[in-house]
Every structure is written in structure tokens, then in C-alpha cells.
Nanobody, 113 residues
Framework: VQLVESGGGLVQPGGSLRLSCAAS????????MSWNRQAPGKGRELVAR????????IYTDSVKGRFTISRDNAKNAVYLQIIGLKPEDTAVYYC???????WGQGTQVTVSS
């Protein structure tokens, strides 16, 4: 199993990013996927989760209306579209397959002027 995130970077407040996670080594379309993040000095928290077929999503309250999780099962990929970035969104963002217990290596998102 491999999960590889990309798309992070340094962004000004109010900016946007699209994070991508490329999955391999398992039947991607059969599994719920999630994005989690870990801010400096804090624990890892769930940001968003999407069902295996993409029909159902959940978000933590602090990102509702700004973050959108989606997936493309034909490409074995899950995405996180982020708008209206805030400094408190600064964190390492991880792709996660909950049932498998596998994490990606993470991609850094830094929101600063």
C-alpha cells in the first residue's frame, strides 16, 4: 500500500490550494479515504472523509464551506480543494485509508503573509 500526497506549499491568507493523494497497492474504489492534518505542537485531526463511491462526505466544523474532498476511482486518487486559507490551517496534511491503517508521508501547507 502506498499513499503519496502532493500539492502543498506556502500560500497567503485567503488563498487556495488543491492537495492530491495518489493511491496504489489496494483496491482503492472499495475504501473510505480521509484527509487529516497535524499542526505544529498539536495532535493529528480528521479534516474530511469520503465514502468509497464518493457519494458521502463529512468535514470537521472548522473547515466546512472552505474544504472539499473528492475522489476519482478511475485514477486511484483523492483530492482536497481548499479555499479561503487561514493561518490556522497551517499543518502537515496526510492522506489516510482508515480501514487499512495506512498513512501517506504528508504534504506541508503553510498559510502566511
Amino acid at each position: 500500500v502506498q499513499l503519496v500526497e502532493s500539492g502543498g506549499g506556502l500560500v497567503q491568507p485567503g488563498g487556495s490550494l488543491r492537495l492530491s493523494c495518489a493511491a496504489s497497492g489496494f483496491t482503492f474504489s472499495s475504501y473510505v479515504m480521509s484527509w487529516n492534518r497535524q499542526a505544529p505542537g498539536k495532535g493529528r485531526e480528521l479534516v474530511a472523509r469520503i465514502s468509497s463511491d464518493g457519494s458521502s462526505t463529512i468535514y470537521t466544523d472548522s473547515v466546512k464551506g472552505r474544504f472539499t474532498i473528492s475522489r476519482d476511482n478511475a485514477k486511484n486518487a483523492v483530492y482536497l480543494q481548499i479555499i479561503g486559507l487561514k493561518p490556522e490551517d497551517t499543518a502537515v496534511y496526510y492522506c489516510y485509508a482508515p480501514r487499512l491503517g495506512y498513512w501517506g508521508q504528508g504534504t506541508q501547507v503553510t498559510v502566511s503573509s
